[in-house]
Nanobody
């Protein structure tokens, strides 16, 4: 099992930036991709971004494309989500997750989850 710990959430004004981190430990081998999801109150959890651990190719939801960047530091077993030009509609709890599916974007493809970190964007 993989343990994932997110950090970096907080309160920011619209137009501002935040960087989320996700540190992985435990049985990290066998996972091929890491992803970020978010869940706003009353909404379903939705896909935000994914990065392949080998090669580093990325994929984004349309709603964040051009504003968010997912990256990784293999030496630190850490994945990041740089969020720029934040909007109030980006307010949510953000979760990182690990998958054994290289091109995973669906929740069912992710087998390990962090506890989440709150991001609040004020208007």
């Amino acid at each position: 099992q993989v343990q994932l710990v997110e950090s970096g959430g907080g309160l920011v004004q619209a137009g501002g930036s935040l960087r989320l981190s996700c540190a992985a430990s435990g049985r990290t081998f066998g996972n091929y991709a890491m992803g970020w999801f978010r869940q706003a109150p009353g909404n379903e959890r939705e896909f935000v971004a994914r990065i392949r651990l080998s090669g580093g190719s990325t994929y984004y939801a349309d709603s964040v494309k051009g504003r968010f960047t997912i990256s990784k530091d293999n030496a630190k077993n850490t994945v990041y989500l740089q969020m720029n030009s934040l909007k109030p509609e980006d307010t949510a709890v953000y979760y990182c997750a690990a998958s054994r599916v290289p091109s995973a974007t669906m929740i069912v493809h992710f087998n390990d989850w962090g506890q989440g970190t709150q991001v609040t964007v004020s208007s």
